[in-house]
């Protein structure tokens, strides 16, 4: 089957779906990204013949060849993002086509054929309609969505890969950085770099992660929960924090976040706060801040909260930072104030508690 103009799923129902009493179960607490929901989607790519074999299926197993380049070269990209269940009972997902064009630029930097950007909306909202009875009831509760596409071609010989497959796999979450306290503590590592300027910092592929699975690592041992990354090249601008940016906030009330100069990924939940913050009345520049004044500002009592923002973390407080030569807290190193009212601003947007004037909710029917 071709995928032309008017692109259409096939779909195959899964006939074994997990019972509701077990399904219930596994909503009550899943560990984030742990419990996995009825169906997939699968579309396969090849060079002669385009886009083709779109499947909405059972979820299961893809089978893949030993020397499929996305093995050993790391031809990867994906996505995040949720599905929210709405107060009359309807299912909404956030800012959709953002995902959709940020996968494009995703594909376009690994020499990745880019998914036409209605069909990787029609993928999304198809899966969150088959499986829309996975989304937790629970305050904090929504379907993460994870479109990825993977290099397929059998080829030891370094080169792009002329087949690709694209899936989306979906798993209920109803929280990603869980801590008893209300603010987390941040490592920050001398040792490691996350992406330097011309590298692959702003697309969303897995070669990113993996390059920051070692800082993390030192992080944990560290006792602390994320690594914030500074700039490669000298080491001192902050640019984001684990998997999440990071906003900045002032004891004259405004934001500040380091700016999108191609080393950070280009967040949604960012973007979006940048928005709802503005029209809260709060400043936000778009600046770049270094450690050093992170810690002159934190001392001075100037800086009066720290939060880290994504589409898993939502919006998580930063309470403290500590690396070889330091080891600061901010405010009261508890969740503050402007946090709070920036995730409650946001999350009831996204849950349709509010009413939505930028046109970011996408209701799937
Ligand atoms: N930065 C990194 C490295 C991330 O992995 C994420 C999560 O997707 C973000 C920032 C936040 O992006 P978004 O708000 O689009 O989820
Ligand atoms: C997301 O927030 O969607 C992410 O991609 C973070 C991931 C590492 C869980």
Redesign the pocket.
């Known amino acids: 089957m071709g995928l032309g103009e008017a692109q259409v799923l096939s779909h195959i129902p899964n006939v074994n779906p997990v019972p509701a009493s077990e399904r219930e179960a596994l909503l009550r607490d899943p560990a ?2 742990r419990v996995f929901t009825d169906h997939m989607v699968t579309i396969r790519f090849s060079e002669g013949r385009g886009w083709h074999e779109g499947w909405l299926g059972p979820q299961g197993e893809l089978p893949l060849h030993p020397g499929a380049l996305v093995l050993h070269y790391a031809q990867e990209i ?4 949720k599905a929210y269940r709405l107060p009359d009972d309807g299912v909404a997902l956030f800012r959709p086509e953002a995902n959709a064009r940020r996968f494009r630029n995703s594909a376009v930097r690994l020499d990745m054929p880019p998914l036409p950007e209605d069909l990787f909306l029609e993928s999304v909202r198809s899966l969150v309609r088959a499986d829309r009875d996975w989304i937790p009831r629970a305050e904090g509760g929504a379907l ?1 969505l ?1 479109p990825f596409m993977i290099a397929t071609e059998a080829a030891l010989g370094l080169k792009s890969s002329s087949d690709y497959l694209y899936a989306v796999v979906a798993s209920p979450s109803v929280g ?1 950085l869980k801590s008893d306290a209300s603010a987390i503590t941040l490592w920050a590592s001398e040792t490691y770099s996350r992406a330097a300027p011309g590298g692959t910092g702003e697309a ?1 592929c897995g070669g990113n ?1 993996a390059a920051g699975l070692a800082a993390h690592a030192e992080a944990v041992r560290e006792g602390c929960r994320q690594v914030v990354f500074l700039d490669a090249a000298e080491r001192r601008w902050v640019e984001e924090v ?3 940016n990071v906003f900045f906030v002032f004891d004259d009330g405004s934001l500040l976040t380091p700016p999108l100069t191609g080393t950070i990924l280009p967040g949604i ?1 960012r973007d979006s706060l940048i928005t709802v913050a503005a029209d809260l009345g709060l400043t936000v520049r778009e600046e770049p801040y270094s450690i050093d004044q992170w810690y002159a500002d934190a001392l001075s009592g100037r800086l009066r909260e720290v939060f880290g923002c ?4 939502v919006v998580t407080p930063i309470g403290r930072v500590r690396g070889r030569s330091f080891d600061f807290t901010v405010g009261d190193g508890q969740a503050g104030p402007v946090a709070e009212r920036l995730k409650a601003a946001l999350t009831d947007l996204q849950n349709g508690r509010r009413p939505d004037p930028y046109g970011w909710l996408d209701k799937v029917r």
């Open positions: 984030f990204g994906f996505e995040g993002m993460y994870r990603y969303k992660y684990g998997s999440m939940t994504g589409t898993a973390a």
